[in-house]
């Protein structure tokens, strides 16, 4: 915690931090699923590339391309298993996922905000 003219320390460690888990989980979201399947790869491919390039544009500012990359990310699970019989746990896995990935970006934008509002 500083104080006077002592900085906070950590600030932009954290947001890189926040930043780097969130473009990670959106591309192990969009690895494992468009590998799951041979039959519909081109499609799983494609939603895994948008979902993973909004969260990269979510993550440089744009805080309304998160739901685009959460949505996108979602539509590449939904296409993996429609007509594939009873939804598996997986889903739970994946909402999860999406949840956190979320998260992680609106937390990284929030510092962002933060450090660039405090007072020099």
């Known amino acids: 915690m500083g104080g006077g003219s002592i900085e906070t320390r950590g600030t932009s460690q954290v947001r890189l931090a926040t930043a780097a888990a969130a473009l990670g989980l959106a591309a192990v979201l969009a690895i494992v699923s468009a590998l799951g399947s041979s039959d519909r790869a081109g499609w799983l491919w494609g939603f895994g590339a948008i ?3 909004a969260t990269v544009v979510a993550l440089a500012g744009w805080a309304g391309a998160t739901w685009w990359g959460v ?9 993996l298993h429609i007509g594939r019989g009873a939804v598996d746990v997986g889903a739970a896995f ?5 949840l956190v990935l979320a ?4 937390w990284s934008l929030t510092l962002v905000r933060a450090s660039s ?3 020099r």
């Open 94 to 98: 994946v909402a999860t996922g999406l």
């Open 117 to 119: 509002t405090k007072p």
């Open 71 to 79: 949505f996108a990310l979602g539509a590449e699970y939904t296409v």
């Open 103 to 106: 998260e992680l970006v609106m």
């Open 51 to 53: 979902g993973v390039l």
